[in-house]
């Protein structure tokens, strides 16, 4: 019997919300406490919820600009904790929110989603390089995730491969959590939430 490709994209959305219950069910009994994880577990609800969405047929161009941005807002200032350049990562891709926002507001929700999905798969794929040439080895599960997510999106609007799509990215975004976890460790202290704690301390104490 073959399965009904929305039931494979329900599926996809389930286990991108899951991703971020488990991670979220590791920083609330583990070690997990950085602002990284906070942010990539916010994406994957964000994520899971516009795939649900989608899948129902509950999504406007509107909102489905809105819950990209979001998702991108997350997972890119988290990359940019990651490698230590959350500025520049920051600055460009809330540069490129803002111009996806004035597409939508002029009415061209094509260009807008496009710029959308522009900032989200440039600037991870920026990270992805970065993090694969500080840590090597260390980080090769979120690599494959990351390579798997980005070719099940270049053919996400082909009805050949739309079972194949969904399938990788399931896939992807386990690796994706699995890999997150993985490099726990080797992450800057910087982006502990205790670091941003001891700061504030220092700041507020005379």
């Not at 260009?111 to 260390?138: C, D, K, P, T, W």
């Not at 080797?186 to 700061?199: K, M, R, W």
Request: proline share 2%; aromatic share 16%; charged share 10%.
């Amino acid at each position: 019997m073959i399965i009904p490709t929305s039931y494979i994209t329900i599926l996809n959305g389930v286990v991108t919300l899951l991703c971020g219950v488990y991670l979220l069910y590791r920083i609330l009994t583990g070690p997990l406490k950085n602002l990284v994880f906070i942010l990539w577990t916010c994406g994957f609800f964000v994520y899971g919820i516009q795939i649900l969405l989608r899948s129902y047929g509950f999504l406007g161009n509107l909102s489905f600009i809105v819950l990209v941005n979001l998702m991108t807002a997350c997972f890119v200032y988290g990359m940019g904790l990651m490698v230590e350049h959350f500025l520049p990562f920051f600055v460009a891709s809330s540069i490129l929110a803002l111009i996806s926002d004035y597409f939508m507001i002029v009415g061209n929700d094509v260009l807008s989603i496009a710029v959308s999905y522009v900032a989200f798969f440039i600037m991870m794929s920026l990270g992805m390089v970065i993090l694969y040439f500080r840590y090597r080895e260390n980080v090769a599960f979120i690599t494959i995730g990351w390579i798997l997510l980005t070719v099940s999106n270049v053919f996400a609007y082909s009805n050949i491969f739309i079972i194949v799509v969904d399938v990788f990215a399931i896939f992807a975004k386990v690796l994706l959590a699995i890999g997150l976890i993985k490099i726990e460790n080797i992450l800057p202290e910087s982006v502990t939430l205790q670091h941003y704690i001891d700061d504030l301390k220092k700041r507020t104490v005379k």
